[in-house]
């Protein structure tokens, strides 16, 4: 990306206990190894991070699974967790470092919003085989006025709604990418945390759209936070899974 760009380099010691593989990430997990049909399959989990969603497929799921990321700091983090058979490579998804149709599954998770689009459709249509499919999990975009956090930043919901496609942007960009038989399930969940557990994942600048923000207003908004923030927050996630066929 040019200009401001999240750095995941930073975040990558402190990601998986920022965001943590709690009930609602399996939940999700779950939902995308069914509708992305990914049991067993042989899958490139594009912009793999920290390789939580990589192990999970192959331990659970049975998956032979390849993650890539462009941030050795991540990709360190993800093979000191992921098992032996997972492969990983630093790259980007406009680029795939893979052969032609080698993958029966591709997926981005959290991803989309980061890249560039149009060249990274088509690469995860290149590198998929003839009726393979990718599945995208990103959030909907009335996700950002709702969450927690977006009462005590002013402008975090409105660059988050900036910088994530719609899901009408979503669909139309997969099939202008040359996509079939695209579809979308919409998930919304919901668990709660308590308060310590809020003000950690603030005060560690939990998601990349920190980095994006006026530190200036990053900081009034936690401070505002440690005032207000009761005792127990509802963690409320609008996602969706976008699947569509090579
Ligand atoms: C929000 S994290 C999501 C990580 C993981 N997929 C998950 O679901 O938790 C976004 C990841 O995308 C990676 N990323 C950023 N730009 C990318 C690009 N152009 N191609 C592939 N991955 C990229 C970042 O390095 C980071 O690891």
Redesign the pocket.
């Known amino acids: 990306?040019e200009g401001r760009?999240?750095s995941?380099?930073s975040r990558?010691r402190v990601?998986d206990t920022l965001?943590p593989q709690d009930a609602a990430w399996w939940r999700r997990f779950d939902v995308l190894v069914r509708e992305g049909d990914l049991r067993g399959r042989r899958v490139l989990?594009?912009?793999?991070?920290?390789g939580?969603?990589a192990a999970a497929l192959a331990e659970r799921a049975q998956a032979r699974v390849w993650g890539?990321?462009?941030?050795a700091e991540?990709l360190a983090v993800a093979r000191a967790r992921v098992p032996r058979r997972v492969g990983l490579k630093q790259?980007?998804?406009?680029s795939l470092p893979f052969a032609t149709g080698w993958f029966e599954r591709v997926?981005?998770?959290?991803?989309v919003h980061?890249?560039?689009r149009p060249a990274?459709l088509g690469e995860a249509r290149r590198v998929l085989s003839r009726g393979g499919l990718l599945a995208i999990?990103s959030f909907h975009e009335e996700h950002f006025e709702r969450y927690w956090a977006a009462p005590f930043f002013p402008s975090l919901a409105g660059v988050d709604r900036a910088r994530f496609p719609t899901a009408d942007a979503l669909v139309a960009e997969l099939e202008a990418a040359g996509f079939t038989g695209v579809r979308l399930v919409r998930t919304s969940d919901a668990d709660v945390i308590d308060r310590d557990t809020a003000l950690e994942r603030l005060r560690g600048r939990h998601?990349?759209t920190f980095d994006l923000l006026d530190p200036a207003e990053v900081r009034a908004g936690i401070a505002t936070a440690e005032r207000e923030l009761p005792d127990r927050i509802e963690v409320r996630l609008e996602q969706i899974v976008a699947v569509a066929t090579r």
Do not use: Q
Request: include cysteine; charge should be negative.
């Open positions: 990306m760009s999240p995941f380099g990558a990601y965001r989990d594009v912009g793999c991070g920290t939580a969603l890539i990321d462009p941030s991540m790259g980007r998804a406009e997926l981005m998770s959290l991803v980061l890249v560039e990274a999990a998601i990349s």
